[in-house]
């Protein structure tokens, strides 16, 4: 289980294995913070415990921006259309531009597995005429690309050839099929990414967990009609069973799942609103109080049902479990007990067999000396006086965010005097929407909201500087009743000038004087004392603006102790400002003392045999 306190476990699993590094990844998501989708770029390159950019941070930490620049051209994300939660502007989110694909579900309802796969390459060259090794890592979770502080479950799967492993091939097949789903043109690298990906996992093999005797993939809603709920994947005989799911509906228990359940946990509200038909063939039924404080549940009160933005908390795994004699069938993944799951949504399901011992419900939900278990927060449910309570139904602002959100949009990129501007156009009519005001703006630039009208297809132009343009397009959508709900589409941009990454990254670096004390803070002699953005911060804190670009003493003085001390710390630095030199991002003269030092330190390592560079490590 991933608990609420440890938000980056799902992005410490994506971090290369030693002695390799990112070479391509896929994913698919439900809901995305563009937040949470800037660490995994930082997962795949950074040493750090932490790569996400915290709110309010002014000058964004260089290793971040490097792996961004570096390693954001090599993920291909797809998510629910509607679902990219407004974050703070930020001009760093300019490296995401072209990551995120929305897709939209086949037969109306969401598209909503949580899937990575990443594949690896050795740092190493391999043998003459070899190519480097390569390994493939699956994730399988029923995490959002979020920061929600809730429970969810992970599974990891490592690569291992060999006979006896594990076979993926339906999750190539689900990401093929996520091509066909998108809701816009799909750019030629996406696809072909997709499909070398998906073609690997056709014969790859990976290790199945401790204790599991088989592992099977179950991707629902991508058939060519409906999923028939007779389909269902879940048995309909066992001796004992547990369902885990936050949501759940009257459709599953009377329609895909007519059978008895021994224990079903869920989130009252959802409990609330069932028929007592619904649970009739439920044995003990549970809510789940992990005492996560209210508030981290409770956002803007204006914020729609759905809107992206609408923080998780508490319970948000999907486990479905049944027992028997002796043998265990676990199912985990995106689906929850909800008719929509299994008829009409885009799901995927893990099931994992094998013996009680290892898998039974006991295992899972029961505690031991060192840590109390799942069952410590298993509360009695008491069904409602009287009639169901029905939900917040989906508000019609949420029906026209996901409308908004799958038309097409271009954005034209064209000189206007010293600066730029870009003309934002969508293929079809915004629709119409009767008592709703609709704002957008770029998302660097949130002070130039304006308003649009309903009824024709948008064409607003923005001014804006070369650091300042967005390929993310927001839009708030407001009605009468003050009621609000703000997302995100992307929007690929034409006519962009080639050296406009170079000019941003430069820009997010800052001065002279900033970058020397963020490289004083990387080469402190205890950097195990603070962490990453801690490093920045101070390096920072004091920085002003008119750096003139002259090497500071004290930067000469570090360099120099450090060539004497630590080669190897220069030899770990050396790609980054290689990368940053051949992007004109250092100060004038830098590069050219950075080399000098970084040879005399290399070479004397090796004759004192004190330390040795890295294999592969870039040179000049």
Not at 154 to 181: K, N
Not at 403 to 423: D, Y
Request: charged share 20%.
């Amino acid at each position: 289980m991933l608990q609420p306190t440890n938000r980056l476990t799902l992005i410490g699993a994506m971090r290369p294995p030693a002695g390799f590094r990112i070479e391509s990844a896929m994913a698919v998501t439900f809901t995305i913070d563009l937040r949470a989708l800037l660490a995994a770029p930082a997962a795949f390159a950074l040493t750090g415990p932490d790569g996400v950019v915290a709110d309010g941070e002014q000058l964004e930490p260089v290793e971040l921006l490097h792996a961004l620049r570096s390693h954001a051209g090599k993920i291909t994300v797809f998510n629910q259309a509607g679902f990219t939660a407004v974050p703070p502007s930020r001009r760093v989110f300019a490296f995401l531009e072209g990551a995120v694909v929305p897709v939209d579900a086949p037969h109306g309802g969401i598209v909503h597995p949580k899937v990575w796969v990443l594949r690896y390459e050795a740092c190493d060259d391999g043998p003459a005429g070899e190519a480097r090794q390569q390994r493939l890592r699956v994730l399988v979770a029923s995490r959002n690309l979020t920061f929600d502080a809730s429970w969810d479950a992970v599974l990891r799967l490592d690569e291992s050839p060999g006979p006896g492993g594990a076979r993926l091939e339906p999750i190539g097949e689900l990401f093929e099929g996520l091509l066909d789903a998108a809701v816009g043109d799909v750019a030629e690298a996406h696809r072909e990414r997709v499909q070398s990906l998906a073609a690997v996992l056709q014969t790859a093999t990976f290790a199945l967990p401790e204790g599991v005797d088989d592992l099977r993939v179950h991707v629902l809603g991508l058939d060519s009609r409906p999923t028939p709920p007779k389909g269902s994947p879940l048995p309909g005989n066992a001796e004992r069973s547990l369902v885990i799911s936050p949501f759940v509906s009257d459709g599953f228990f009377n329609t895909v799942h007519p059978h008895p359940i021994t224990e079903l946990v869920s989130l009252e509200a959802w409990l609330d609103s069932l028929k007592p038909a619904a649970l009739a063939n439920v044995g003990t039924t549970y809510t789940f109080d992990d005492h996560s404080p209210i508030e981290l549940a409770t956002p803007d009160d204006r914020s729609s049902p759905l809107d992206p933005a609408r923080p998780l908390a508490g319970l948000h795994a999907k486990v479905f479990a049944f027992e028997t004699g002796d043998r265990a069938r676990l199912f985990m993944g995106s689906a929850n007990a909800t008719y929509s799951a299994f008829h009409s949504s885009v799901e995927i399901l893990v099931e994992l067999t094998g013996p009680t011992a290892t898998l039974g419900i006991d295992r899972l939900c029961d505690g031991d000396e060192d840590e109390p278990g799942l069952r410590e927060w298993f509360i009695s449910y008491r069904p409602p006086d009287g009639e169901p309570i029905p939900l917040n139904d989906t508000s019609t602002l949420d029906r026209a965010r996901v409308v908004i959100a799958r038309l097409q949009f271009e954005g034209h990129v064209e000189a206007s005097g010293s600066n730029w501007a870009v003309t934002y156009r969508s293929s079809a009519p915004l629709p119409s929407l009767d008592g709703m005001d609709v704002h957008c703006w770029p998302l660097s630039s949130a002070g130039n909201r304006r308003e649009v009208a309903g009824g024709s297809p948008l064409e607003e132009r923005f001014e804006t500087s070369l650091e300042a343009m967005s390929g993310f397009l927001a839009f708030e959508l407001a009605d009468e009743d003050g009621l609000l709900t703000e997302f995100v589409v992307p929007v690929p941009l034409r006519g962009v000038p080639e050296h406009r990454e170079r000019f941003l990254l430069r820009s997010l670096i800052g001065n002279a004087e900033r970058f020397f004390r963020y490289l004083l803070a990387l080469l402190d002699e205890d950097p195990g004392q603070r962490d990453l953005l801690d490093a920045v911060e101070r390096a920072s804190a004091d920085a002003s603006n008119d750096g003139t670009g002259a090497v500071a003493l004290p930067v000469l003085e570090k360099l120099l102790r450090t060539m004497r001390r630590d080669p190897a710390k220069l030899a770990g630095l050396h790609p980054l400002v290689s990368d940053l030199a051949a992007d004109d991002a250092l100060p004038a003269g830098f590069a050219e003392l950075w080399n000098a030092i970084f040879d005399v330190a290399i070479a004397g390592a090796a004759q004192g045999d004190t330390a040795q560079a890295p294999a592969g490590a870039p040179t000049r």
